[in-house]
């Protein structure tokens, strides 16, 4: 038997590991993988007591012309815990995410552009824009060439030390970040763009108090 690829790409940009993949009961393909750590020394790992985690799970599905769509899997919206308040200044929207906890989604419209920054008080944790004359999504300088018929939606989830993203719909982007201390920050949401830009977020309800699944 041969393998012979139709189509080529990436899963994820980022720290996303050893993806594998399983149908659920409904025949659904759902994925999972292993977020590593980033610039993290073997002393802070064992300092820490864990290293790593699991992702969420994303359901991948195919266009009818066998390109792959990557989704966050609906259950997930079970954790969400309340939707989070934005405030305007000028042509941005802000929400902020209390202890780097919670839920984003930023959705544009073909033809217009926008950018959307994820911050941790002056340090730059994830940057995207939205480029309308080339209907391409920019993720801290990485390109993603849209399909004429997706629409610039970003889809992040934060907690902790890590942001699992989602860009239209086609590719992942995961990515740590660290902080001194045991307190989690936090994270500065800014979406700016046309009047009609949409920008919504929820709290997550943690796995657990220390958002640890075994103790340290």
């Not at 990436?10 to 994925?31: C, S």
């Not at 991948?60 to 079970?78: H, K, M, Y």
């Not at 970040?177 to 045991?182: A, R, S, T, V």
């Amino acid at each position: 038997m041969r393998f012979t690829p139709k189509k080529k790409g990436e899963l994820d940009w980022g720290g996303f590991y050893a993806p594998k993949t399983q149908l659920d009961a409904a025949g659904r393909r759902i994925l999972w993988g292993w977020i590593q750590e980033k610039n993290r020394s073997d002393a802070q790992m064992r300092a820490s007591g864990w290293s790593g985690m699991m992702s969420l799970p994303r359901l991948l599905s195919l266009d009818q012309d066998g390109t792959l769509r990557i989704r966050e899997l609906p259950q997930i919206a079970s954790l969400r815990d309340g939707e989070i308040k934005s405030s305007h200044t000028g042509d941005t929207t802000n929400v902020v995410l209390s202890h780097a906890n919670g839920e984003v989604v930023c959705i544009g419209q073909p033809g217009r552009d926008f950018t959307l920054s994820i911050r941790a008080g002056t340090n730059e944790l994830m940057m995207v824009n939205y480029v309308a004359a080339t209907h391409t999504l920019v993720a801290d300088g990485k390109h993603i060439s849209l399909e004429p018929t997706d629409t610039p939606r970003v889809h992040a989830f934060v907690d902790a030390s890590v942001i699992e993203m989602i860009l239209a719909e086609r590719v992942g982007y995961t990515k740590r970040f660290y902080y001194p201390g045991k307190t989690a920050p936090s994270i500065d949401v800014h979406a700016k763009g046309w009047s009609g830009l949409s920008l919504k977020a929820w709290k997550i309800e943690p796995i657990s108090s220390d958002r640890l699944t075994t103790t340290a």
